[in-house]
């Protein structure tokens, strides 16, 4: 399926600086979701994004779903060494039976000095 | 309540031996989803089932691999014959009726083909 592209691949931050994370695709997406991922762990669901234009928060964390369905993006305000870990960006399958069926992105994986 | 279980944890095995990997889902829920993590990148899609049912299996690399859920609760990814290529984190997730996006992974297998 189609790919959804992140970046950046890797970002180091000072603990209570400021994080943001980008996804983009080439085709419009029908919904986007956002996992994160710790060191040694295992993948856990954060949000889903519908609505064109939508914004979503969770505590310090900013969720975006571009006008066009085309991008997303995730802000972290003010890092805590808590928020170490991979970020994912997620696209299902878009139509057909599969709905099931989840794309990941590469991840940006973030590091946060104390 | 107990997350989705796996089953074994680590497995080290032979090139050419065949192994099963079990994983144990939410009570109740309804989807059932294979993925393979390589180390550095996000889970790749393998196949996934509602009940028992195998909705789609283009994930699966080749014929040496099936999966099965014949009860709509337990499953069993099976690989034949296995290949260095195929050492990997396999990861287990399950979702409730409805919200297929908000997956629930497992600790997942690590399995190495010696």
């Known amino acids: 399926g189609q790919q959804v592209m992140q970046i950046p691949q890797y970002q180091h931050v000072q603990e209570g600086e400021d994080f943001t994370t980008y996804c983009n695709s080439s085709t419009t997406l029908s919904n986007i979701q956002w996992y994160k991922q710790r060191p040694g762990g295992h993948p856990v669901f954060l949000i889903q994004l519908v609505k064109s234009g939508e914004v979503k928060k969770q505590k310090r964390l900013t969720f975006q779903f571009g006008e066009a369905k085309k991008n997303s993006s995730l802000h972290i305000t003010a890092t805590q060494t808590t928020d170490v870990g991979t970020y994912f960006c997620?696209?299902?399958?878009?139509?057909?039976?599969?709905?099931?069926?989840?794309?990941f992105g590469q991840g940006t994986i973030l590091t946060v000095h104390p | 309540g107990a997350g989705v279980s796996q089953s074994p944890r680590y497995k080290v095995t032979k090139r050419g031996q065949d192994v099963a990997l079990r994983c144990d889902p939410i009570s109740g829920h309804v989807s059932l989803y294979w993925y393979r993590q390589a180390l550095g990148q996000g889970p790749e899609f393998l196949t996934y089932f509602n009940y028992e049912a195998q909705q789609d299996k283009s994930g699966l690399p080749n014929d040496r691999f099936s999966a099965e859920r014949p009860e709509g609760s337990i499953s069993t990814l099976t690989i034949q014959r296995t290949e260095q290529r195929d050492s990997a984190m396999y990861r287990c997730?399950?979702?409730?009726?409805?919200?297929?996006?908000?997956?629930?992974f497992g600790p997942g297998t690590r399995l190495t083909v010696l």
């Open positions: 997730a399950s979702s409730p009726s409805g919200r297929w996006n908000e997956q629930f």
């Open positions: 997620v696209r299902s399958n878009a139509g057909g039976t599969s709905y099931g069926k989840l794309t």
